[in-house]
């Protein structure tokens, strides 16, 4: 039984072929296009369940097929690119990426993000009420927040900014998603603001503060809500 089809999008050949064999030792179906005009009739036509998406493309440019798939369908896209800039991170995420990695990229961690890009579209189709990620806990109908079973108490904006963690869990959300999604602002000075409650759910939350292992910073770009064992909704 396939574990899903996945379109390939990318214009190199060996980059193609390495991902046809790795995605096909994890019992994907694999779609390939090595232009955005073929990506866009596979979108439309095959129905691929997840995109990998190279932005240098030989017909257009990876961002503007971007737009064109996020108006076509809902379906995960993570870009693999060499632009390793943080603001061309920044700018795919916001023009609706899921997740953004990096040429030269470890298997491993490719297979990590794709896990987590089609988790988190079937909590968004069927999403219940109650995350479970290791030690924490949060019923988003309650506005309950669990620690290994002892309630804990957030601020409004602490909370506001975990629920978004939560809702895209395991993706990246960049500081202008979570600056409009909680405090209706896009302002880069703004930025401070957000580090600050940051910091404060971290000591919250985090065994080691200093050292972050559920809500991981993504350099330049925003904060991760990783998924570590037993997560579930």
């Given at each position: 039984m396939d574990a899903g089809r996945i379109l390939v999008v990318d214009d190199e050949v060996p980059i193609r072929r390495l991902l046809r064999t790795t995605l096909g030792a994890h019992r994907f179906e694999v779609l390939e296009a090595g232009n955005a005009a073929h990506a866009l009739q596979a979108v439309r036509e095959r129905g691929p369940d997840l995109v990998l998406?190279?932005?240098?493309?030989?017909?257009?440019?990876?961002?503007?097929?971007?737009?064109?798939?996020?108006?076509?369908?809902?379906?995960?896209?993570?870009?693999?690119?060499?632009?390793?800039?943080?603001?061309?991170?920044?700018?795919?995420?916001?023009?609706?990426?899921?997740?953004?990695?990096?040429?030269?990229?470890?298997?491993?961690?490719?297979?990590?993000?794709?896990?987590?890009?089609?988790?988190?579209?079937?909590?968004?189709?069927?999403?219940?009420?109650?995350?479970?990620?290791?030690?924490?806990?949060?019923?988003?109908?309650?506005?309950?927040?669990?620690?290994?079973?002892?309630?804990?108490?957030?601020?409004?904006?602490?909370?506001?900014?975990?629920?978004?963690?939560?809702?895209?869990?395991?993706?990246?959300?960049?500081?202008?998603?979570?600056?409009?999604?909680?405090?209706?602002?896009?302002?880069e000075a703004d930025v401070q603001y957000l580090r600050v409650y940051i910091r404060q759910l971290r000591a919250k939350l985090e065994a080691d503060p200093e050292r972050p292992a559920l809500i991981v910073t993504e350099p330049g770009v925003g904060y991760r809500l990783k998924e570590l064992q037993q997560t579930s909704w």
């Open positions: 998406l190279d932005l240098g493309l030989p017909d257009r440019d990876g961002l503007d097929l971007l737009r064109d798939i996020r108006a076509l369908s809902p379906v995960p896209v993570i870009v693999l690119s060499s632009r390793d800039g943080e603001a061309g991170k920044v700018q795919a995420l916001d023009e609706g990426a899921d997740d953004y990695v990096t040429k030269p990229f470890g298997a491993e961690e490719l297979m990590a993000r794709i896990r987590a890009a089609l988790r988190h579209r079937l909590q968004q189709q069927g999403a219940r009420p109650v995350y479970r990620n290791g030690r924490l806990a949060v019923d988003l109908v309650r506005r309950q927040v669990l620690l290994d079973d002892a309630e804990l108490h957030l601020s409004p904006k602490e909370y506001e900014i975990l629920q978004q963690l939560v809702l895209h869990a395991g993706k990246v959300l960049t500081h202008r998603h979570l600056l409009r999604a909680v405090w209706g602002s896009e302002l």
